[in-house]
Each structure stands twice: as C-alpha cells, then as structure tokens.
Nanobody, 115 residues
C-alpha cells in the first residue's frame, strides 16, 4: 500500500502563487512517476504535470510557463509550484503516483483562485 498526504491548497487572488506538496509513504519502491491532476465539477480529471523518476516532465498546455513540477526522490515527495494563477485554475488537485504495481491517488486538495 501507498499513502499520499497532500498539502498546500487554499484561496488566492488571480496572479498569486501556491505550492502544493505530496508525500508518499508505505510501499514507495517501484514508483516510476509522480504528478498532479485536477478536476472541477462536471469535468473529467485532467493531467496538470507529471515527472518520471528519470526527470522527464509533461505539462498541460494551459499551465506551461506558469506551473513547475519538482520531485525529491529521497523524500518520495512531489511538488507543484503554481504561479500567475488564474480563476480557471480553480479545481481540486490530486496527487498521483505511478508504479510498476497499482497506481495510487491522493485525497485531493482544493485550490481556489478568486478576486
């Protein structure tokens, strides 16, 4: 089993910044990638950013240039630095770990961007 603890969500004004973190524990061996997805009511969950163990990254077009994903492999933690936030970034953000075995999802953390 893998446990994921997310933190860093909150309410910010447009143009503001937030930094999300997700720490994995338990069966952390065999993790191949860690990343972030987001979901709003009535919409499918979408990829925000992901980073493989080797450092390869993939970003949604809507966040390129504004969001940065990083990982501390020794701590089994993934971060998402979100800058220049827009109202359309409002969503529940979910941490995800990819493994050779089953994948795991975090509980989600709310990010609200509003003036």
């Amino acid at each position: 089993q893998v446990q994921l603890v997310e933190s860093g969500g909150g309410l910010v004004q447009p143009g503001g910044s937030l930094r999300l973190s997700c720490a994995a524990s338990g069966s952390v061996r065999s993790i191949t990638a860690m990343g972030w997805y987001r979901q709003t009511p009535g919409k499918q969950r979408e990829l925000v950013a992901v980073m493989s163990n080797g450092g390869s990254t993939n970003y949604a077009d809507s966040v390129k240039g504004r969001f940065t994903i990083s990982r501390d492999n020794a701590k089994n933690t993934v971060y998402l630095q979100m800058n220049s936030l827009k109202p359309e970034d409002t969503a529940v953000y979910y941490c995800k770990v990819n493994r050779l075995g089953p994948d795991y999802w975090g509980q989600g953390t709310q990010v609200t961007v509003s003036s």
